[in-house]
């Protein structure tokens, strides 16, 4: 019997994905678990294994289309099995058509259209949302009509193109120093008087008396530009709190415990300290450990700590699921398996799934301070930097100021201020320092 190759869900609030390259060809033979195909998204760049043994029947996704999960993209069989003339699912939920029917035209019903014009995409719900919108209004050019995030946006270029004489007095934007952006009310102060007004610069062009190469931006560097926009600017007012962690218990009983863990074949490293540390301070504040709603909070009974793996072309966050459940050899092994994995893109897509709070350890590449921006849709992001050796002032047995030289990092949180603040950031990050500081 005929199996069908599904587009999977790739990551947490991931509805989409672009087939970015087929590594089977029609007729040729594929095993189980076999590498059939390459899917970029805006958090993962990963393989997509067969899931049977055979012959690839049909490819119903041509490489560069970008598809919804759960959306039919090839089927695999015996030579001598038939199979639809095309999938069953592609017109509720695929962009474009297969790629033997691209050329034709296909006719649906008033009936079917208006239905598929009501099914929205999580992402295109979200933005109606965040711009207080009426999708009934919009023009969708998806199949059978449904709007698309395209289609959001193009509306919403429309509106801000519309001259503010047109709107209504009550729609026009209110002016004072109270609706600017902080920047602006000093670039006002600073400027010298004009006359005249000035106008917004255009978008500054190439520059012809300079020579270079311009680079293509990869589909990963896109997605995670456009999600990190969209985190910091549209969807959570950041707020970020600087901590300064002394590392002598903690790189004692590192150096102590590393060649025990090693005759056990697991490389301990910093990182799964400081999961460690990230999972003792969400239990004592699980408010930081949350996410916003708009019912209300909700607090996950697990720490699901998700883990930043820089890549190439950028970075995608495995998770450690049910970190509090983990000793130390523990988080090492999951460290170790899902970075190694990251890497080599062997990632399934459940590994990037279910992440409640974030930590991105900068200071492996020699970062001594960073503000993060959070993973969307968590409310926190620890960010770690290195461990460099700085003379402080501590105390004696005696209680005398005296000078020490000890291994110092910086480490920040940057939480969502909807969902906390700073009080509850700093009490975080004290239980984050004292469970490093006094590491046993």
Do not use: C
């Amino acid at each position: 019997m005929p199996t069908d190759v599904i587009m999977p869900q790739l990551g947490e609030s991931v509805v989409e994905g672009t087939l970015s390259r087929w590594l089977k060809k029609v007729g040729e033979r594929v095993e189980e678990f076999e590498p059939l195909a390459e899917v970029t998204t805006d958090k993962v760049d990963t393989e997509i294994p067969s899931p049977a043994s055979g012959v690839v029947l049909a490819i119903y996704v041509a490489e560069g289309q970008t598809v919804e999960r759960g959306t039919r993209l090839a089927v695999i069989g015996q030579p001598d099995e038939r199979i639809d003339a095309a999938p069953n699912n592609v017109s509720a939920q695929a962009h474009a058509a297969p790629a033997a029917e691209r050329s034709a035209t296909s006719a649906a019903s008033a009936t079917a259209s208006a239905a598929n014009a009501q099914r929205y995409s999580p992402v295109v719900a979200r933005m109606a949302a965040e711009h207080n919108l009426d999708l009934s209004r919009i023009r969708g050019t998806g199949l059978g009509g449904r709007v698309t995030k395209k289609d959001v946006e193009a509306y919403l270029a429309a509106q801000r193109e519309t001259p503010a004489a047109e709107l209504a007095p009550w729609e026009q934007p209110g002016g004072g120093d109270l609706f600017k952006p902080t920047d602006e009310i000093f670039a006002a102060a600073n400027a010298k008087p004009s006359a005249v007004p000035a106008s917004p610069a255009p978008p500054a062009p190439m520059p012809s008396e300079l020579s270079g190469t311009l680079v293509p931006l990869s589909a990963m560097r896109r997605s995670i530009a456009k999600h990190m926009v969209e985190s910091k600017l549209h969807i959570a007012p950041h707020v970020t709190t600087v901590f300064e962690v002394d590392m002598t218990r903690t790189m004692a009983h590192w150096r102590a415990n590393e060649a025990a863990f090693a005759a056990q074949g697991v490389r301990l490293t910093l990182t799964a300290y400081f999961v460690a540390a990230i999972v003792r301070a969400a239990q004592a504040q699980p408010t930081l450990n949350s996410r916003w709603t708009d019912d209300g909070l909700f607090v996950p009974n697990v720490v699901n700590v998700g883990m930043a793996v820089a890549l190439n072309d950028g970075l995608i966050v495995p998770v450690i699921k049910s970190a509090q459940d983990l000793s130390l050899i523990g988080l090492a092994r999951q460290v170790n398996d899902l970075a190694t994995r990251a890497r080599a893109k062997q990632l399934k897509p459940d590994d990037l799934q279910g992440g409640t709070i974030t930590l991105t350890n900068h200071g492996v590449s020699g970062s001594l301070l960073a503000t993060p921006i959070i993973n969307q849709p968590q409310s926190a992001i620890v960010g770690v930097g290195a461990v460099t050796k700085r003379p402080v002032v501590i105390a004696d047995s005696d209680g005398n100021d005296m000078l020490a030289i000890r291994p110092m990092l910086y480490a920040t949180l940057t939480f969502d201020h909807r969902v906390a603040d700073g009080a509850l950031g700093d009490a975080f990050m004290r239980v984050f320092k004292e469970t490093l500081e006094n590491w046993r």
